[in-house]
């Protein structure tokens, strides 16, 4: 019994590099008294006790990845002001970190369908960590080491994002799914954040911003540890699994062919490119606007030297916070009541929430210039409907991509939403900034730095019209792939991955059924 531990994914004593076996659930003959409390456990081989905990814990973690992400945003004047550097150079700590983070995604998302998800994320988290301390000692001689460090997140992150929601996903089905999936969201926007909460107050507590980089590295090896020894790795697609068949795991690029052919997963995947797009610019430049609005409306001291007033960091952490709980929140909500009319329900609020938010998000950052609390009110409403869309495009991809793909999918989404979305928005933002300072000749009045910037940001609701657009075709495809992907099969001619010589080996599946 000793030695089956190294060749079950599941098992929390699973080597690093071990190969997931299709018999995960079998029992090994003789077993007695064993084999009743094994029937007894849940078809994911988790407790609902531990299920609950390992939720927690993944919720735990997301909320340090997005406070982590968004701590820099907050203290962004600050940044600008220690190491010289303009809007567009800025604007490149943001891309840095979200292109490592994109193109190192499928990576992960190869390994988590395939190997131990636990281990993968334990070592992702601890790696993040130890580079996001080192980040806050960049001497201000060295910008382009600060832009190498936060490139080097992107490696912790890519481990997590992918991996986690698959693991959630093997532990819950239908309605109990799409709950804790709405859990695990809510950590985005409080984590958001709490990102600028804490490094705006943390730079002030302190005297100096790299202090505010210092706080998640520190909360890093708590979520390692319960990683360790709290969460156990449910059994790949176990409690979705059906008597008559056996899934099995296809070659990557049969993955990626099928993911390409499925309109549904394709479609909500730009859809939330426009979402990625618009929070990306906003989470980045929203804070900078906002404290440019003040000295151009309230006559507010421009930053000179440091530190930098960071009240405005404050506000919009507040607000993001506030409005993502009630975005997420109603976002389930609505969808799980929609659904008693009609199936295509998710699509549809995913859509309701971006087209609500276009008018709002314009409406703030027109009005930026004439009503502070006004814009602060536009902001809460846009920001509110934007994250209705987080949990809803997540259980989305859940069931209409079968188990066996759903890593690798994440992947996928995350590289393709990223690259269109956030990866360019806060640099395309920040670039497109001072060029339009250069075109009206007013490169030293900081009413034109205000109005450029202002401009520039008015992009976010029209990309988040076309958003809307992309999840309402969504929902003329949903149903059929649904529908598709619960009833999956392996064809007789579609290539699985065997084991052979510890290597993966492509071969019909007509070739290993007897």
């Known amino acids: 019994m000793a030695s089956s531990s190294f060749s079950d994914p599941t098992s929390d004593t699973t080597p690093f590099l071990s190969d997931d076996s299709e018999a995960e659930g079998s029992e090994e003959p003789g077993a007695g008294p064993n084999q009743r409390r094994e029937e007894e456990e849940p078809a994911s081989g988790v407790s609902s006790m531990r299920a609950v905990f390992t939720v927690?814990?993944?919720?735990f973690i997301n909320l340090l990845n997005y406070m982590d992400r968004f701590t820099v945003a907050g203290v962004l004047p600050d940044i600008e002001q220690y190491f010289g550097i303009n809007d567009g150079n800025s604007g490149l700590l943001q891309t840095v970190f979200i292109c490592s983070y994109m193109f190192l995604a499928p990576v992960f998302g190869y390994l988590g369908d395939r190997y131990n998800r636990k281990m993968i994320m334990s070592v992702g988290i601890g790696f993040w960590s130890i580079v996001t301390l080192a980040s806050s000692y960049t001497p201000k001689e060295y910008f382009w080491l600060?832009?190498?460090t936060r490139g080097l997140v992107g490696v912790g992150e890519a481990s997590y994002s992918t991996i986690a929601p698959t693991i959630i996903a093997d532990l819950y089905i239908k309605e109990r799914r799409t709950q804790?999936?709405?859990?695990?969201?809510?950590?985005?926007?409080?984590?958001?954040g709490l990102g600028y909460i804490v490094g705006s107050k943390v730079d002030d507590l302190a005297g100096d911003w790299h202090w505010a980089l210092r706080v998640t590295p520190a909360l890093g090896l708590v979520?390692?540890?319960?990683?360790?020894f709290v969460v156990k790795e449910p059994k790949r697609g176990a409690i979705e699994a059906r008597p008559e068949h056996t899934l099995q795991r296809t070659s990557w690029l049969g993955d990626m062919k099928a993911l390409c052919r499925n309109p549904s997963f394709v479609l909500s995947t730009f859809g939330f490119t426009a979402v990625a797009f618009v929070t990306g610019s906003l989470a980045l430049w929203a804070p900078a606007f906002l404290f440019r609005a003040a000295v151009f409306t309230e006559g507010r001291p421009p930053c000179v030297k440091g530190p930098c007033d960071t009240s405005d960091s404050l506000y919009f952490g507040i607000i993001t916070v506030v409005s993502g709980i009630l975005g997420v929140a109603s976002g389930a909500e609505v969808s799980r009541r929609l659904r008693l009319r009609t199936p295509r329900a998710d699509p549809l609020v995913c859509a309701l929430g971006l087209l609500l938010s276009a008018p709002f998000l314009y409406l703030a950052i027109v009005f930026a210039q004439a009503s502070p609390i006004a814009t602060y009110v536009f902001i809460f409403l846009g920001e509110t409907f934007l994250s209705m869309n987080w949990a809803i495009v997540a259980d989305i991809l859940l069931y209409v991509v079968v188990p066996t793909r759903r890593s690798t999918a994440e992947a996928f989404q995350i590289v393709l939403s990223h690259l269109l979305g956030d990866a360019g928005s806060p640099y395309l933002i920040g670039v497109y900034d001072p060029h339009l300072l250069y075109s009206l000749k007013q490169t030293?009045?900081?009413?034109?730095?205000?109005?450029?910037?202002?401009?520039?940001?008015?992009?976010?609701?029209?990309?988040?019209?076309?958003?809307?657009?992309?999840?309402?075709?969504?929902?003329?495809?949903?149903e059929k792939d649904r529908q598709r992907a619960a009833n999956y099969a392996p064809s007789d001619d579609e290539p699985i991955v065997v084991p052979k010589s510890g290597r993966s080996t492509r071969v019909p599946v007509s070739s290993v059924l007897i």
């Open 56 to 59: 927690i814990v993944l919720c």
């Open 146 to 148: 600060l832009l190498l």
């Open 180 to 192: 804790m999936l709405s859990v695990f969201y809510f950590a985005i926007p409080v984590g958001s």
């Open 223 to 228: 979520a390692v540890s319960l990683l360790l």
């Open 444 to 478: 030293d009045s900081y009413l034109w730095q205000f109005r450029s910037l202002q401009l520039s940001l008015l992009t976010c609701s029209f990309v988040a019209v076309g958003g809307g657009a992309f999840f309402l075709a969504t929902a003329l495809f949903i």
